[in-house]
């Protein structure tokens, strides 16, 4: 009885050990341009959300911003999948209404301006597949230039009247796109 026991205790082992190298996993390292997400509240407690992008963060790392983002060319805003935003409300951009849901977010840098596309496409890698056929919006805002750099590319929501600002930065450009509440 007790050579069963031990039988059985040690085969048990052996087997619990050989699924462990068995199902082995290999984790990746982390990615050169993690993903992030910027929402408005920004505070994680508060769960009623009005609008959450989710972006990766593109590095700068000694190149100009127009070499990743290429002036005048629809840019993924920020590196491998686009970015997708969601909206919790109907908002506007500009006179266009947008419906709740998820959209992919696209920009246009240019010399002066840029310009955000709100498109009906989703799970998209990057901007190789852009069909403006699927555009919900289109608003194009002045570029401001500042002396703070930022390395990584960024985003940030701000209270505004009736709705937020979303705030655009990368080295020392700056875009701010406002969205108001449908009324």
Avoid: C
């Avoid at 990746?28 to 994680?44: G, I, Q, T």
């Avoid at 301006?113 to 901007?127: K, M, R």
């Amino acid at each position: 009885m007790k050579n069963l026991k031990l039988i059985t205790a040690v085969t048990f082992a052996f087997t619990i050990f050989m699924s462990f190298n068995a199902q082995a996993q290999e984790f990746k390292d982390l990615d050169k341009s993690p993903m992030d997400v910027a929402a408005f509240p920004a505070d994680y407690k508060e769960s009623d959300k009005l609008v959450k992008i989710t972006y990766s963060r593109p590095q700068l790392k000694g190149r100009p911003v127009e070499q990743l983002a290429e002036k005048g060319k629809v840019w993924r805003a920020g590196a491998n999948e686009a970015a997708e935003i969601t909206f919790y409300e109907a908002m506007k951009l500009g006179d266009t209404v947008i419906e709740p849901g998820t959209y992919t977010f696209y920009l246009i840098p240019d010399e002066n301006e840029w310009t955000a596309i709100i498109s009906s496409d989703l799970n998209v890698w990057g901007s190789y597949f852009y069909d403006e056929k699927n555009d919900v919006a289109r608003f194009t805002v002045p570029l401001l230039k500042t002396r703070e750099a930022l390395e990584a590319f960024s985003i940030a929501f701000e209270k505004a009247d009736n709705g937020v600002t979303m705030h655009i930065g990368w080295g020392t450009l700056r875009v701010a796109f406002p969205f108001t509440i449908k009324s």
